[in-house]
């Protein structure tokens, strides 16, 4: 597999939230849903806000859906991304909302920074295991300061979207890229 496909691989992990094979607008809101869930913020305005923010990336997200369905497949999901090509950056401003609602979500102590255990929560609440964690961390919290701040979040999750570099940092966010 390609870095492009590896990486589309987690993605597409990360948004069929329920397993189903297939990403539909549900898996979205479920997904809001999840995250709240587990952060204790179910119906709170970091709930709202989570919600709003993935039911905007659905929205960059549905025209995936070739054969309009209601339902993109892992093949919709990694030609169609692939073929977005530069039009895939049109999605940057649905991935910024999702990613400060996001970082909001986890930062629960609120000193503007995900501490390690914070981190476990935020990939043991996509399902992801949290093995590497402490290893990845001190490669993902680029200032060393103990913390993954805003905007290093948003730089590793914008990386892990659109960079083709095999060495770029952001690529371990979600964890190992082998699955
Ligand atoms: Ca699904
Ligand atoms: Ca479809
Ligand atoms: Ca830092």
Redesign the pocket.
């Known amino acids: 597999m390609t870095l492009f496909e590896k990486k589309q691989a987690i993605l597409f992990r990360l ?10 607008q ?2 979205f809101l ?1 997904l809001a849903d999840r995250v709240a869930k587990t952060q204790g913020q179910t119906g709170s305005p970091r709930h709202a806000q989570l919600r709003a923010a993935l039911g905007a990336l659905w929205g960059y997200h549905a025209g995936l859906d070739k054969d309009g369905d209601g ?1 993109i497949t892992s093949d919709e999901w990694v030609t169609g991304r692939l073929a977005l090509g530069e039009g895939l950056k049109r999605i940057y401003q649905g991935i910024s909302l999702f990613g400060n609602a996001l970082f909001d979500a986890f930062d629960k102590d609120g000193i503007q920074g995900l501490s390690v255990a914070e981190y476990k929560s935020f990939l043991i609440s996509f399902g992801f295991s949290p093995d590497n964690a402490d290893q990845n961390f001190r490669q993902l919290d680029q200032d060393g300061n103990g913390l993954i701040s805003r905007k290093e979040f948003m730089d590793l999750l914008l990386q892990f979207h659109y960079s083709n570099e095999e060495s770029a940092v952001g690529n371990l966010l979600f964890g190992p890229l082998d699955l």
């Open positions: 948004y069929d939230v329920d397993q189903s094979g297939f990403i539909s549900d898996d479920h339902r």
